[in-house]
Structures are given as structure tokens and as C-alpha cells.
């Protein structure tokens, strides 16, 4: 199985912060990697498919980059609404295993 | 797009359940189906897939053998039978849209349902 690392774990960040979180892959999974949103007792959303292309809706302060087995994705200018557990998705093989998740929290 | 599961509960260990999820506002048979499911507490772990026809399924080694997908595409329907349940299966179980292709992805998600693995 693929096997997915995300650092960091946790970010402590204010309102107005531009953060970077960053996602491995155990092996080279092209720009087969997705990122998820999830906020307290809800079901995740999807943020940004194929390492770099942002759902339509999804703010532009979102972006993502990567290819190979190392991915970022960086927020620019945090809101409020941000503020939740982001976690990275290898699609390339099953099982389409997911990162431990990253959470931000406010500062 | 909703997606709407139905079906948890409380069941003891060695014990069955049927997960049900209602799909509507896309084209139910176009569409491949994944469930991942989320432990207390815990991060996300994807399960199982099927494919719009239902021809072709995958599973994760930690369900495979005692889980199976299948679906209704006449009514629109995605589900989960889960046999041999252990303490480890407790967690919220969601279904998504698993968009196939040149890309892999899942758009949208359920609210999910509490599958509780107690005695």
C-alpha cells in the first residue's frame, strides 16, 4: 500500500497568515493526490483534484502544487472559516489511501 | 448532488448491518461509488469502491472477505453489508462520488452514519 505523511501534524496560525502544509507519498503517484477539508462534525469537502486544480467554488487563496511524491497546499491569507483538519488523498492505486490529517488551529 | 446514508447503529462484535445510501440530483449510473469511513477521534480511511454498473469493486485488506458494496442504480442506491463486525469497524461510514477518468476524485460526500461495534 501506498503510504501517506503530512507535516505538519498540527499549526497553531492567526487570521491573515499564509500557511503551507505538505503531503508524501511512499512512491511516485504523479498528480494523483487530492485535498480534503474537513471542520468539526462534518463531512469532508473537496478542495483541490490532481495535485493542482481547485473545485469550482473553492477560494482562490487555495492552491496546490506537487508532483512525484511531494505536494503542498498553501493558503493564502487565512479566514476564519479555514480553520479546520485538511488531509492530502493518493487516488493513483487502491486503496486510495489518505494523510493523518492536518490541523489548524487559531492561535 | 445528495447523498444521504442511512443504516448505522449499535451492533454487538460478530454481528451484521447494511449501510443504504440514497443518491440524488446526478446521473446515479454514470457515477462510480466509494465508502470511507472515519473512526472516532481518528482520520479518514477509504473501504471500498464500485463501479457505475456495478461490475467491479475494490476493498481495503481491513474489510476485505467481511464487507461487501453493491448497488441499485434503479433506485439510485448505494450499500454496505458489513458481516463479522469487530470493535476496530466502530466509526462514522460515508459514501462519496467517485469521479473516474483521467483523474480520480470524490466530489461529494455524505453526512455520514455511526456504525457502533459494542457489546
Known amino acids: 500500500d501506498i503510504q501517506m505523511t503530512q507535516s505538519p501534524s498540527s499549526l497553531s496560525t492567526s487570521v491573515g497568515d499564509r500557511v503551507t502544509i505538505t503531503c508524501r507519498a511512499s512512491?511516485?503517484?504523479?498528480?494523483?493526490l487530492n485535498w480534503y477539508q474537513q471542520k468539526p462534525g462534518k463531512s469532508p469537502d473537496l478542495l483541490i483534484y490532481?495535485?493542482?486544480r481547485l473545485r469550482s467554488g473553492v477560494p482562490s487563496r487555495f492552491s496546490g502544487s506537487g508532483s512525484g511524491a511531494v505536494f503542498t497546499l498553501a493558503i493564502g491569507s487565512l479566514q476564519a472559516e479555514d480553520f479546520a483538519v485538511y488531509y492530502c488523498?493518493?487516488?493513483?492505486?487502491?486503496?486510495?489511501?489518505f494523510g493523518p490529517g492536518t490541523r489548524l488551529e487559531i492561535k | 448532488v445528495q447523498l444521504v446514508e442511512s443504516g448505522g447503529g449499535l451492533v454487538k462484535p460478530g454481528g451484521s448491518l447494511r449501510l443504504s445510501c440514497a443518491a440524488s440530483?446526478?446521473?446515479?449510473?454514470?457515477?462510480?461509488m466509494s465508502w470511507i469511513r472515519q473512526a472516532p477521534g481518528k482520520g479518514l480511511e477509504w473501504i471500498s469502491y464500485i463501479s457505475s454498473g456495478g461490475s467491479y469493486s475494490n476493498y481495503a485488506d481491513s474489510v476485505k472477505g467481511r464487507f461487501t458494496v453493491s448497488r441499485d442504480n434503479a433506485k439510485n442506491s448505494v450499500f454496505l453489508e458489513m458481516n463479522s463486525l469487530r470493535a476496530e469497524d466502530t466509526a462514522v461510514y460515508y459514501c462519496?462520488?467517485?469521479?473516474?477518468?483521467?483523474?480520480?476524485?470524490?466530489?461529494?460526500w455524505g453526512q455520514g452514519t455511526l456504525v457502533t461495534v459494542s457489546s
Open positions: 490532481a495535485a493542482s
Open positions: 462519496a462520488r467517485d469521479r473516474r477518468g483521467r483523474l480520480n476524485y470524490l466530489d461529494s
Open positions: 440530483g446526478f446521473t446515479f449510473s454514470d457515477s462510480y
Open positions: 512512491q511516485n503517484i504523479s498528480t494523483y
Open positions: 488523498q493518493q487516488s493513483f492505486t487502491t486503496p486510495f489511501t
